[in-house]
């Protein structure tokens, strides 16, 4: 079975929602500084769902080049996936493509040498980091 889609000008921002789906181009959101995270200036984000009935947020963040998140615990747990640039946890390095899982417990510091972009989910509670 071949499914037709709509031809979308690849420059205009798209967001598609029916009851069990959402498509978002994500240079149609805007970048806004990312307090909601309560993280030192200079982190930027792009919520791009928020469910409440799950105590779910998925965001894009951008850190900038030299940051250093320090260690810290929030509520639920979240997993996140590299998308640019790089990011040194415990010693390792994660480039675009990798992985990274944290929750409830104290994690990080992490750091940003070269800024990085990642995709994160949040899953069971606030994304307010408390720093320890």
Known sequence: MTRQFPEIDPQE?????????????????????????????GVRM???????????????????????????????AHASLVLEGRMLVDGRELT???????????????EYPDGCTMFASFVGGDVAHEEQ
């Open 13 to 41: 921002p798209t967001i598609v929602q029916t009851d069990v789906e959402l498509a978002i181009a994500r240079d149609g959101i805007d970048w806004e500084a990312g307090d909601v995270l309560t993280l030192p200036e």
């Open 46 to 76: 792009k919520i791009v769902n928020e469910n409440d009935a799950e105590a779910r947020t998925d965001f894009f963040v951008k850190f900038p080049p030299g940051y250093v998140e320090p260690e810290h615990t929030h509520e639920g």
């Open 96 to 110: 675009p493509g990798d992985y990274y899982y944290g929750q409830n417990v104290p994690h990080g510091p992490m």
